[in-house]
């Protein structure tokens, strides 16, 4: 069984620091409240799956049909925002970024 047929791909989380990072040379952004998770898509159709492996397609219906916008088995890394903005991070089938 392979990386899209498991279906156990977790999104990348953050992380606590005991201290305070603090460099001018770095530029924070700001936490915006919204969703991650891990979508998979190929012809059949769309599955998107939060930290906890849970599906959120019942919760968002409306995101369904974004297979439609690949042309072959895809995972990615999606990314949401209330205010309509989104990322989308590609992963090869051996999890590492593209």
Known sequence: MDLFEEKRVSPMLISQMQEPFKDDKWIYE?????????????QNGTCLRNKRNMELLPKFPELKELHRNVSERTVLEVNWWCFGMASLTFLNFSGAPC
């Open 30 to 42: 700001l936490k915006l409240d919204g969703c991650r998770c891990i979508g998979y898509f190929d």
